[in-house]
C-alpha cells in the first residue's frame, strides 16, 4: 500500500497535538517584525503576538513560507518512509504559499508530489487536511483523497466575530476615526470565508448579538445535514471560546468533540485579538 505523507501550512489552525496524532506536518508561516521573522507555532503563538503588537503599537507583517522550507518538509516526509507527497494549502487568493509549495515540488521531480491549493484557510483548510490523513490512513489511492478532501471546499462553512476594529485601523484596513466609531458603538463585524478570503459578512452590535447572529448563521447553513466535524477558533481568547463551545453544544444538534484552536499567527494579525469564530463540515 501507497505511504502517503500529508503536509499543510499553519494557516490551518490544526492545533499541534492534533496534526501530530495524524502526523501532519506544518509548514510554518513567518511573521516579520522589522527585521527579526519568527515561525508561526514554533516560535510564536498568538498569546506572544498580541502582547507583543500591544506593547509595540504596531503590526508586523507575514510571509508565505520559502520553498526552502517546503523542500525541507517534502525532504524529510521521504526520509521518514513515505512514498508521496500530499501538500494543501492556504487559499492562493489570500498568499503566495501554494506557489512556494509547487516551486518546492518542481526541486524534487523525481518525487511523487502534489501540491493543492486547499481553496480555503483556518479551520475550512485545517477540515480538508484532516479529511485527507483519514482517507489515506484508510488506505484510499491519491486521486480519491484529494477528491474526498476537496469536496469539503464545498461542504463547509466558517463564521467569526471580530471583538475590534482596532487592529485592522492599524493596519489601514479601516480608518482609525471609523474604528473609533465602531468600537465606540459596539459594533463586532462577522467574517466568512467567501472564494478562498476571509471576508466581512454584516455588523452587529454587542458581543452578545454577534455570537448569537454566529449561531444563527451556522444553524442555518447545517440545516437538513448532519455535521461531520466541528471546532472553535479563537485568537488569544480561549475562555470565551470555551464559553462559545458551549453555546454552541445548546444550540447546534452536533453530539460529537468541539475542537477548540488557535487561529495561529499569520492570519490572526489580520483579525485582531479576542476574535471567536466556527468552522464546521458536513458528511456527504
Known amino acids: 500500500m501507497t505511504k502517503y505523507a500529508i503536509i499543510t501550512d499553519t494557516d490551518s489552525s490544526l492545533p499541534l497535538e492534533l496534526a501530530a496524532q495524524f502526523q501532519i506536518q506544518q509548514v510554518p508561516i513567518n511573521i516579520l517584525f522589522g527585521e527579526e521573522s519568527f515561525k508561526t507555532e514554533i516560535e ?33 516526509a521521504f526520509e521518514s518512509g513515505a512514498d508521496e507527497v500530499l501538500c494543501f494549502t492556504v487559499s492562493g487568493e489570500i498568499s503566495a504559499t501554494y506557489g512556494a509549495a509547487v516551486a518546492a515540488q518542481d526541486m524534487l521531480p523525481e518525487k511523487n508530489i502534489t501540491v493543492v491549493d486547499s481553496r480555503s484557510l483556518s479551520l475550512g483548510q485545517g477540515f480538508i487536511v484532516l479529511k485527507a490523513a483519514e482517507l489515506a490512513r484508510a488506505g484510499a489511492g491519491r486521486d480519491e483523497i484529494v477528491a474526498g478532501a476537496m469536496r469539503l471546499e464545498k461542504d463547509s462553512g466558517f463564521y467569526a466575530a471580530l471583538a475590534t476594529l482596532k487592529y485592522l485601523a492599524m493596519s489601514g484596513r479601516v480608518g482609525h476615526l471609523a ?14 470565508i467567501q472564494d478562498g478570503k476571509l471576508d466581512m459578512l454584516e455588523k452587529v452590535r454587542t458581543r452578545k448579538k454577534a455570537w448569537a447572529r454566529v449561531v444563527e448563521l451556522t444553524a442555518a447553513a ?37 475542537m477548540i484552536a488557535d487561529l495561529t499567527a499569520g492570519l490572526a494579525v489580520h483579525s485582531g485579538a479576542g476574535m471567536v469564530g466556527v468552522g464546521f463540515t458536513l458528511k456527504a
Open 179 to 192: 474604528a473609533g466609531m465602531a468600537n465606540v458603538l459596539n459594533i463586532k463585524p462577522i467574517l466568512t
Open 222 to 258: 447545517v440545516e437538513g445535514r448532519e455535521i461531520e466535524r466541528m471546532g472553535v477558533v479563537h485568537v488569544a481568547a480561549y475562555e470565551q471560546a470555551e464559553e462559545f463551545a458551549a453555546l454552541l453544544q445548546q444550540k447546534i444538534a452536533y453530539s460529537g468533540e468541539i
Open 44 to 76: 510564536i503563538n498568538d498569546v506572544q503576538l498580541f502582547e507583543r503588537i500591544d506593547r509595540e503599537g504596531q503590526l508586523p507583517t507575514t510571509s508565505a513560507p520559502s520553498p526552502g522550507q517546503f523542500l525541507e518538509a517534502y525532504q524529510a
